[in-house]
């Protein structure tokens, strides 16, 4: 079983629509959760961390189930620069681990 | 935060031949790890550069084929040693600052091998 499993999409969804994206993690010991955004030919870069309480940044909502193990990223009002791959990570430690990402286009 | 340089950016290199891939750092962190990332996939953690010992590898990676050093705090260098097209793929250094709980990724190497 894959530490990280995520549905890799695609998401084609139209301007000013609400997606939201699940991530589901094996380990139930993990400490760490974060959603990375990859823009094409780009490297990962961090665009919010999660926590237990859920937190909010702009029209990105991040929130952690740990009984169930999943996180999720809630984007709403989506923009045509929201289009990239967002990658759920799990840290267990000092170890990383990423899902597969999912790939999100926004459509004029 | 952390800045992270790699070079070379891309190469394209010969089956059979070794390419050594450099990252810098612009300031001390304990963790640096190598990635690579095959075209439409995710990251696969090759192996964790520890400063002053030996690398440590995941599964199906070994030092033979990954030779990977760390003499400081702010350099590392990983080796893609006797390259066949298997082996095209974009490597990524990586470092994690405890402090802001974030991993920084260098911009990749963008590796073809014919």
């Known amino acids: 079983r894959k530490e990280v499993e995520q549905d890799p999409g695609p998401f084609n969804v139209p301007e000013g629509a609400t997606v939201a994206f699940n991530c589901t993690y094996s380990?139930?010991?993990?400490?760490?959760f974060f959603w990375y955004r990859q823009d094409c030919r780009k490297e990962p870069k961090l665009l919010m961390s999660?926590?237990?309480s859920g937190n909010e940044d702009g029209r990105f909502t991040a929130q952690l189930n740990r009984a169930s193990q999943y996180i999720s990223l809630l984007i709403r009002d989506s923009k045509l620069s929201d289009s990239a791959t967002y990658l759920c990570?799990?840290?267990?430690?000092?170890?990383?681990?990423f899902g597969t990402g999912t790939s999100l286009t926004v459509i004029p | 935060s952390a800045v992270i340089s790699q070079k070379p950016s891309r190469d394209i290199c010969q089956r059979g031949t070794s390419l050594t891939i450099q990252c810098q750092v612009d300031?001390?962190?304990?963790?640096m790890f190598w990635y690579r990332q095959q075209p439409g996939q995710s990251l696969t953690l090759i192996a964790t550069?520890?400063?002053?010992?030996?690398?440590?590898?995941e599964s199906g990676f070994v030092i033979d084929k990954f030779p990977i050093s760390r003499p400081n705090l702010t350099f590392s260098t990983l080796t893609v040693s006797n390259m066949s097209p298997e082996d095209s793929s974009i490597y990524l250094c990586?470092?994690?600052?405890?402090?802001?709980?974030?991993?920084?990724f260098g911009p990749g190497t963008r590796l073809t091998v014919l």
């Open positions: 990570v799990v840290n267990g430690g000092n170890q990383f681990y």
């Open positions: 380990n139930s010991a993990s400490q760490s």
């Open positions: 999660v926590y237990s």
């Open positions: 300031s001390q962190v304990t963790m």
């Open positions: 550069a520890n400063q002053g010992s030996e690398a440590t590898y």
């Open positions: 990586s470092c994690w600052d405890p402090e802001y709980n974030e991993q920084f």
